[in-house]
């Protein structure tokens, strides 16, 4: 069956550094894939979407890379802020079906 | 536009009690989703419309629950008889062109159901 793991559920980060969150997935082929960001009481907020035939994509303090050999997605935030704190969320969209991970509690530390 | 408005946000009842959730999407926008989260099983899709039409209700868990589109603007999330193990965070979504754009979310209805 198809399964989504993002790497640890809650990580701890310093201000100013880089938080790496990670998406593995298995027995799926997505086409596209996305991250939200999810504050508590709210719903998700999209973020970022790359598709299988892309590499990389930045925007602004963001960075996602997406390897679809690996099976693998790279979520960073460059220049981590407490604002920054928060759940992130990645979401594999194929043919007709999106599914989501259960998310990575950022914790950002002044 | 004020985005994807849900109602109501808290919602408690009584195990066996009919509950039904509400959902404004984005003006213009022809996809929509209801999602399900839980702690143990994340957000999970329960049924989306396109163009008010059903597409995919596969996510849906058992015949107490129903969802229904009746035009553009406006749709509902049924659960009757509702029981403790429906208590979850429901989602509703909307979007431009289906899994391939961003999904905007509404702010969520927490039911309990007790």
């Known amino acids: 069956s198809q399964k989504i793991e993002q790497n640890s559920e809650a990580l701890n980060i310093q201000e100013g550094k880089t938080a790496t969150l990670t998406c593995n997935y298995t027995?799926?082929?997505?086409?596209?894939l996305q991250w939200y960001r999810q504050d508590p009481g709210r719903g998700p907020v999209f973020l970022l979407l790359i598709r299988e035939n892309e590499k990389e994509k930045r925007k602004e303090r963001l960075k996602v890379t997406f390897d679809t050999t690996l099976k693998q997605s790279l979520f960073h935030i460059t220049a981590s802020q407490p604002a920054d704190s928060a759940t992130y969320l990645c979401a594999l969209a194929g043919y007709q079906k999106v599914t989501f991970g259960t998310g990575t509690k950022l914790q950002v530390i002044p | 536009d004020a985005g994807v408005i849900q109602s109501p946000r808290h919602e408690v009842t009584e195990m066996g009690q009919e509950v039904t959730l509400r959902c404004k999407p984005i003006?213009?926008?022809?996809?929509l989703f209801w999602y399900r989260q839980t702690m143990m099983r994340g957000l999970e899709l329960l049924i989306y419309?396109?163009?008010?039409?059903?597409?995919?209700d596969s996510g849906m868990p058992e015949d107490r629950f129903s969802a229904k589109m009746p035009n553009a603007s406006f749709s509902t999330l049924k659960i009757q008889p509702s029981e403790p193990r429906d208590s979850a965070v429901y989602f509703c979504?909307?979007?431009?062109?289906?899994?391939?754009?961003?999904?905007?979310f509404g702010q969520g209805t927490r039911l309990t159901v007790v």
């Open positions: 419309f396109n163009n008010n039409v059903p597409i995919d």
């Open positions: 027995n799926y082929s997505p086409a596209y």
């Open positions: 979504a909307s979007s431009t062109e289906g899994y391939y754009t961003e999904a905007f």
């Open positions: 003006s213009g926008h022809d996809y």
